[in-house]
């Protein structure tokens, strides 16, 4: 089903996004983004993979979520100041290369991509990748810097899904209505991809994919997909509020969740996802 549909049309299931492959569960610690957790996923089910990317100093874009390689691979070093060749020595988990987005796409040509652009370098790589493997309508790309999706917009020119960047999500949290919230926010994206709760100072929090802004969303057809959640008890929350899409790095939790509930799209139902 496609982004653009009125939400109300669509059938009542939840679309389930492996974080960086499946980062937390129980086979993939320490895999993050590797081309085995993704393929791991993949063979729960999942259809929809999430990931970040970064641009190396001879602009290969790679999957890969800091800007420096030091947490999770046996190199030091910042993505931006280095060659691709000299990332490729990188081991995660002491065996795992650091994949290029190009080779996740050939490694799974039917699953659709959600994108989080990590750098300034990443916008233009990305546009010009899209272009070339023919996977602009098979992505949603997001970025907590709204210069940076902007940027990707203009290159990109309305052909590529893009999710609300954050003034465009505060537009929807505060106003009292839908239609205010669209006059505020434009028309330029295509879903919120949100935390549920966002941490201001200290102990105190604001709560984001409130019911509220999940009501506003919807009669402005567009869908809400909310991360990172890996606790059942927060994936019921979030359903009964009527989110469209969760994010988690427990994909076995969050699989169990969905069948359980009849909410887990099953082969048969999936097909292929229309273009934009």
Do not use: C
Not at 38 to 50: D, K
Not at 99 to 105: D, I, S, V
Not at 137 to 149: A, E, M, N, Q
Not at 168 to 195: C, H, K, M, N, W
């Amino acid at each position: 089903m496609g982004f653009n549909a009125p939400v109300t049309e669509h059938p009542r299931r939840v679309r389930a996004y492996a974080h960086r492959g499946g980062a937390l569960h129980p086979d993939l610690i320490g895999m993050e983004n590797t081309l085995e957790a993704f393929r791991h996923a993949v063979s729960l089910g999942y259809t929809h993979l999430e990931t970040d990317v970064h641009v190396t100093r001879d602009g290969v874009l790679l999957a890969f979520h800091d800007e420096a390689l030091d947490r999770v691979t046996d190199v030091r070093g910042l993505i931006a100041e280095m060659t691709y060749a000299e990332v490729q020595s990188a081991r995660i988990g002491g065996l795992h290369g650091v994949p290029t987005l190009a080779e996740l796409f050939e490694a799974f040509p039917e699953a659709t991509f959600n994108i989080d652009l990590k750098s300034d370098g990443a916008g233009a790589a990305l546009a010009a990748l899209l272009v070339a493997t023919d996977r602009e309508d098979k992505v949603i790309v997001g970025s907590f810097s709204g210069r940076r999706l902007e940027a990707f917009r203009r290159l990109t020119q309305g052909r590529v899904r893009t999710s609300a960047h954050p003034r465009e999500v505060l537009a929807y949290l505060l106003s009292p209505t839908a239609g205010i919230a669209r006059r505020l926010a434009g028309e330029r994206f295509d879903a919120f991809q949100i935390p549920h709760r966002q941490r201001l100072r200290g102990p105190l929090s604001v709560r984001v994919a409130s019911r509220g802004l999940v009501r506003r969303a919807h009669q402005a057809g567009k869908e809400v997909h909310v991360w990172t959640i890996d606790d059942p008890a927060e994936m019921e929350q979030l359903v009964e509020r009527d989110v469209d899409g969760l994010m988690t790095d427990r994909t076995d939790l969050l699989k169990a969740f969905l069948v359980e509930r009849g909410l887990w799209e099953s082969d048969d139902e999936r097909g292929e996802e229309p273009a934009k």
